[in-house]
């Protein structure tokens, strides 16, 4: 059984900075490109950052360049989304999702997803 469980959230101030974990169990993990997405009440689900099967390369939406980074060990089996500067706009519910192969921006056609984790961020 896949499982995808995401941790790290909270409600913090602005500026701040807050640190995404996204465990995995039960999937080839070095087969798979890995993302974070976040969805906001009232608004669709949207691509964040994402990772390469190895980790060499990374992707960013333009809102959190600069500010996010993405790593992540097979070793492990896991993911990280390093999130500093954080601003009211990254309020959401951050999930992690997986994919074979390739990273992609649209949530659709990702395979496996985590529950989510709340990020609030107050001003």
């Known amino acids: 059984q896949v499982q995808l469980v995401e941790s790290g959230g909270g409600l913090v101030q602005a500026g701040v900075s807050l640190r995404l974990s996204c465990a995995t169990s039960?999937?080839?993990?070095?087969?798979?490109?890995m993302a974070w997405f976040r969805q906001a009440p009232g608004k669709e689900r949207e691509f964040v950052s994402g990772?390469?099967?190895?980790?060499?390369?990374?992707y960013y939406d333009d809102s959190v360049k600069g500010r996010f980074t993405i790593s992540r060990d097979n070793a492990q089996n896991t993911m990280w989304l390093q999130m500093n500067s954080l601003k009211p706009e990254d309020t959401a519910v951050y999930y992690c999702a997986a994919k074979r192969l390739v990273v992609h921006t649209t949530a659709r056609v990702y395979d496996y997803w985590g529950q989510g984790t709340q990020v609030t961020v107050s001003s």
């Open positions: 990772i390469s099967v190895r980790g060499g390369r990374t």
């Open positions: 039960g999937l080839p993990f070095s087969n798979f490109a």
